[in-house]
């Protein structure tokens, strides 16, 4: 079955970086379109970047100029390299696959657990 692990959450400073991972097993990984959604406490799902499988990617107008998307088919890991964080960006964190490129979280069919991102300031 479809399994998505994400790795490399933390805790950081207004300003610092971080780059998210998820591993991807139990399909074809550079079949389908991935996705990283972050929910903050209290708030609904939102979309942050997303990366088709040729390649292509879109972004969040809140983390563009500052989040960067990838995915490396040969290690079946999707990237979020995340720079000059601000408080705001404090969330869970979730890999998402097979979803359409500028699609909602519930347009995904599988997701990961999360990972925690906390900025401080």
């Known amino acids: 079955q479809v399994q998505l692990v994400e790795s490399g959450g933390g805790a950081v400073q207004a300003g610092g970086s971080l780059r998210l991972s998820c591993v991807a097993s139990?399909?074809?990984?550079?079949?389908?379109?991935m996705g990283w959604f972050r929910q903050a406490p209290g708030k609904q799902h939102e979309g942050v970047a997303t990366?088709?499988?040729?390649?292509?990617?879109s972004y969040a107008d809140s983390v563009k100029g500052r989040f960067t998307v990838s995915r490396d088919n040969a290690k079946n890991t999707l990237y979020l390299q995340m720079n000059s964080l601000k408080p705001e960006d404090s969330a869970i964190y979730y890999c998402?696959?097979?979803?359409?490129?500028?699609?909602?979280?519930?347009?995904?069919?599988?997701w990961g657990q999360g990972t925690q991102v906390t900025v401080s300031s």
């Open positions: 998402a696959a097979d979803g359409p490129l500028r699609g909602k979280f519930y347009q995904y069919n599988y």
């Open positions: 139990g399909y074809r990984f550079s079949t389908y379109t």
């Open positions: 990366i088709a499988n040729f390649g292509a990617a």
